[in-house]
Nanobody, 121 residues
Framework: DVQLQASGGGLVQDGGSLRLSCTAS????????IAWFRQAPGKEREGVAC????????YYGDSVRGRFTISSDSATNTVNLQMNSLKPEDTAVYYC??????????????WGQGTLVTVSS
């Protein structure tokens, strides 16, 4: 079974940093596409970052580009999201998900349980 375990959320002050991790199992990690999404209260789910492990390409949402960095560790089957210069508007539940292509949002059918990030002002 595909399993995705997200971790690393917490409370941080405006301007601070956090690192989220998504540990994957049950599929071929090296050929997978893994993305981070987030959902704030009362808002739609938003794509944050995505990495394609088969070719190393990656994508970022406009609101996080330049502040967040996605990376992949094939030794531990983990996709990390380094979040710097955090803002209160980054407060959300962050989910990792497995899909077919970064550009095809509807292809993300397997989801982790989510980890809460709270940025205080």
């Amino acid at each position: 079974d595909v399993q995705l375990q997200a971790s690393g959320g917490g409370l941080v002050q405006d301007g601070g940093s956090l690192r989220l991790s998504c540990t994957a199992s049950g599929f071929s990690f090296g050929s997978s596409v893994i993305a981070w999404f987030r959902q704030a209260p009362g808002k739609e789910r938003e794509g944050v970052a995505c990495i394609s492990n088969n070719d190393g390409s990656y994508y970022y949402g406009d609101s996080v580009r330049g502040r967040f960095t996605i990376s992949s560790d094939s030794a531990t089957n983990t996709v990390n999201l380094q979040m710097n210069s955090l803002k209160p508007e980054d407060t959300a539940v962050y989910y990792c998900a497995k899909g077919e292509r970064c550009s095809k949002r509807r292809s993300f059918g397997s989801w982790g349980q989510g980890t809460l990030v709270t940025v205080s002002s």
